[in-house]
């Protein structure tokens, strides 16, 4: 089950021009997100995320700062995560990419494996991106050593809304649907495209433990049941279309659960 309401808004990217001498700083308030690049936000004292399958280091796919008044407050909002203090919120994804063709990542999540990414939400501290493991990590990574190019995203513009569920139905519902079909591309919340009849996730239902407690015991949990209830929170854009961020066979979001927001899948569709 997805969102209750028929139509969702998505926001699509404004992208600052292009300034290729200034190396972009995600923790930079009038910065909303950063798409690509080669300068992810570390955990304190933690490694630069490697690839469960080849071992190769992630690349940073988009870096949103959660925190940036930039950031849509509804996407703000649905994150849910409040800043410590003196810390920026940066919701991360980061996949494994040799190429633009990203034949790690793509092999892996249609086979239900998200082992070949990371999708997480972090705090930052101010020194984050002087982050000595990021420095010497880069430094050891070899010159030709593929990365998406940053683009810098300044804010982003609502767009149509879309319906809920794309998927054929009944005849009544068909304009509905035609009016308001998920746009493809990068995007905040919305619908996702479906790009085809098959998807892959490698959890399909969110299985973790409900808040509460069973025949009025608080100090027994209740059990956990797999529930259904997610909402897209942010659609890559990937594809085989020329001009994709990543070649990719289908199209990839970032599913969110809606009773435990902290619950992150990424999820790809395509007739693979």
């Excluded at 996407?75 to 991360?92: A, C, D, L, S």
Aim: hydrophobic share 40%.
């Amino acid at each position: 089950m997805a969102e209750s309401s028929a139509l969702l808004t998505p926001y699509f990217p404004v992208y600052a021009p292009s300034a290729e001498s200034v190396t972009p700083n995600i923790l930079d308030p009038s910065i909303s997100a950063i798409l690509g690049g080669d300068h992810p936000v570390l955990l304190p004292g933690k490694a630069w995320p490697r690839c469960g399958i080849c071992n190769f280091p992630l690349i940073p796919y988009i870096q949103v700062n959660v925190s940036s008044p930039q950031t849509p407050s509804e996407f703000r909002q649905k994150v849910g995560v409040r800043p410590e203090p003196g810390h920026t919120v940066i919701f991360q994804v980061l996949v494994c990419a040799e190429d633009e063709n990203a034949a790690c990542f793509q092999d892996a999540i249609v086979a239900a494996d998200a082992s070949a990414c990371l999708v997480r939400v972090v705090q930052a501290s101010p020194s984050a991106e002087d982050d000595p493991v990021v420095k010497a990590t880069r430094a050891e990574i070899a010159d030709d050593k593929f990365f998406m190019e940053a683009r810098v995203i300044t804010g982003w513009t609502a767009g149509r809304p879309e319906v809920v569920d794309a998927a054929d139905g009944d005849g009544g519902e068909d304009d509905l649907r035609m009016s308001h079909a998920p746009a493809e591309g990068l995007k905040l919340l919305g619908s996702p495209v479906r790009d085809g009849p098959y998807y892959s996730t490698a959890h399909e239902g969110c299985t973790k433990q409900l808040a509460g407690s069973v025949g009025g015991d608080a100090a027994e949990p209740q059990p956990a049941s797999e529930h259904y209830e997610w909402r897209c929170l942010l659609q890559l854009g990937t594809s085989l279309e020329e001009g994709a961020p990543l070649c990719v066979v289908g199209n990839t979001w970032i599913n969110q659960c809606i009773r435990h927001p902290e619950v992150l899948e990424m999820v790809i569709g395509g007739d693979w």
